[in-house]
């Protein structure tokens, strides 16, 4: 019995994270494609065909044979979709990046420090996270803009002779955005940086190596799996992030969540705005699966 139940209870542990999986991602997933492949409708909810247990499997299939893809060939068709994805994947990869140059000396700052303060240093970065989202972000409206305190501080240093239009441009997104995601890359790079040995440094350079060579032969590859996990936690959200560029980004910034926004809810096109969610996580899969062999072939190496 005790055999038994212990194989029971190894296979509940590996079946629950794929029964949160099915409810939580699959299921809501084939939903939005399910509205996808329909029709707009003047009703609640605003397409068809809408299913109901009392059709039966004849009504269920006579349904499904209304579905079509026309949804798809309108996105493709119209150049609006297209450049909303590409300027979305342009800016959270250039987020990504400045998050990248300003989180790794960060990281590598908190690992070198010594032992004892080094949980200050990591309170310190998830300091943030006590704060709501959205005041973060509207805060930065009031440092941005051109009578707050970023511009009125250049002013009175004489660097400036009149405000700078940041607020409602794409700087003021990558801004946004970097600030928003910086302890998503900071914590993966420092937990790689921390668990390094520095040993292997002291060698690099007993061999002849700078300070400087030591770090791009030694401590950067040793810390690639904490880049691309700092990597994919800022860029996947920063694709479909709607909050930062509606508040901070001007009418000229186009991203697709904002464009998702306004399907789903100014023009009511559920199932367009469903298609273009659709394409979304397909094309954000591509960069998971990219982190997923990454990540093996890593494990794969360190044994």
Not at 126 to 143: N, Q
Not at 205 to 219: E, H, N
Not at 239 to 256: A, K, N, R, Y
Request: include cysteine; glycine fraction near 6%; charge should be neutral.
């Amino acid at each position: 019995m005790g055999k038994l139940g212990s194989a029971f209870y190894n296979r509940l542990v590996i079946i629950i994270p794929y029964v949160w999986l099915l409810l939580f991602f699959l299921a809501p997933f084939f939903i939005v494609f399910r509205i996808s492949l329909s029709t707009t409708a003047i009703a609640m909810p605003p397409y068809e065909p809408v299913f109901s247990l009392g059709d039966g499997w004849a009504g269920f299939w006579e349904k499904v044979s209304t579905f079509s893809f026309d949804n798809y060939s309108y996105l493709i068709d119209d150049p609006l979709y297209m450049k909303s994805y590409i300027s979305s994947l342009v800016i959270a990869g250039i987020s990504t990046f400045l998050t990248l140059l300003i989180a790794y000396p960060i990281a590598y700052g908190m690992a070198q420090a010594p032992r004892s303060i080094r949980p200050t240093l990591l309170m310190l970065v998830v300091l943030p996270f006590w704060t709501s989202f959205l005041i973060r972000v509207y805060s930065w409206i009031a440092i941005l803009k051109p009578e707050g305190l970023f511009n009125q501080l250049l002013l009175s240093l004489h660097v400036i002779d009149s405000p700078l239009i940041i607020l409602n441009t794409n700087v003021a997104v990558y801004i946004g955005i970097v600030y928003s995601y910086l302890p998503f890359m900071v914590l993966p790079l420092y937990s790689s940086l921390e668990k390094m040995d520095g040993t292997l440094i002291e060698a690099a350079q007993d061999l002849g190596c700078t300070p400087i060579s030591a770090f791009w032969r030694v401590t950067f590859p040793l810390s690639l799996p904490g880049v691309l996990a700092g990597c994919m936690l800022v860029f996947i959200p920063a694709v479909g992030e709607f909050v930062i560029p509606d508040l901070l980004g001007g009418s000229q910034t186009l991203m697709i969540g904002k464009t998702l926004w306004n399907e789903f809810n100014a023009n009511r096109d559920w199932p367009v705005s469903s298609a273009v969610a659709t394409i979304l996580l397909l094309i954000l899969v591509i960069p998971i699966v990219f982190f997923q062999n990454a990540q093996a072939k890593a494990d794969e190496q360190g044994r």
